[in-house]
Structures are given as C-alpha cells and as structure tokens.
C-alpha cells in the first residue's frame, strides 16, 4: 500500500482518497481532504496554520507520522528558506547606496538653481 503525504498539512492520504492538482510546471501538489485544498488556493502559509504537522513539529509537539515535509524532493515551495546569493545582494544593496547619493545630488542641484533664478 503506497501512502501518499498531503502537501499542505502533512497528513497521510490512503489509496482513493484525497485529490490531486497537477500545475503547468508539472509539480504534483496532493490534499487529503477539501480544506486543504481551499486553504492552498488561498494560498495560506501551513507554518501558520496550528493543525498542521509542520506547525506542531515547529513547535515542538509530538507528531506520529513521518516528518517528510521538509525533504527537498517533496512539493513544499511553502516550507523550504531561498538560498540567496550574497554577493549579488551586497552589489545590489550598494547600488542602492549610489542611487540615494546621485538623488540626493539632483535634489541640491535643483534648489541651487531655483534659488539663482529668482
């Protein structure tokens, strides 16, 4: 017997029942049951949510089912931090600088100039 997990909650989904929502981008996103499937089309974050396995692991309560949300393979874009690349953040966090400095500039310039035009 194969056990599917919920792609929101966590839960097990037993053969024949739950639904499946396949994307465009060809990613299989399961639900056991029909709340499930509203709280993902609201796009409601499960980490929030208190009923879900995720929330209960983060907070430290007893979960009786695999923890296989937080496995790479699985559909869980809601769960997983983006890795960031530093070096791009810190080019554009100091271009940002730059941009400030030249607005700055702009803004005495043109005050200089209405100031010598009257």
Not at 78 to 84: A, D, E, M, S, V
Request: charged share 30%.
């Amino acid at each position: 017997m194969d056990l599917k997990n919920c792609s929101v909650c966590g839960f097990s989904i037993y053969p024949g029942h739950g639904s499946v929502f396949i994307k465009n981008n060809l990613k299989i996103i399961r639900f056991c049951r029909s709340k499930c499937r509203k709280l993902y089309e609201l796009k409601k974050n499960p980490a929030f949510l208190r009923w879900t396995s995720f929330n209960r692991s983060i907070r430290g309560l007893k979960v009786n089912f695999k923890n296989n949300f937080l496995d790479k393979s699985r559909n869980s874009f809601f769960f997983l931090k983006k890795n960031y690349n530093l070096f791009l953040t810190l080019q554009t966090l100091y271009f940002f600088k730059k941009i400030e400095k030249i607005k700055n500039n702009r803004k005495i310039d043109f005050k200089i100039k209405k100031i010598k035009n009257k």
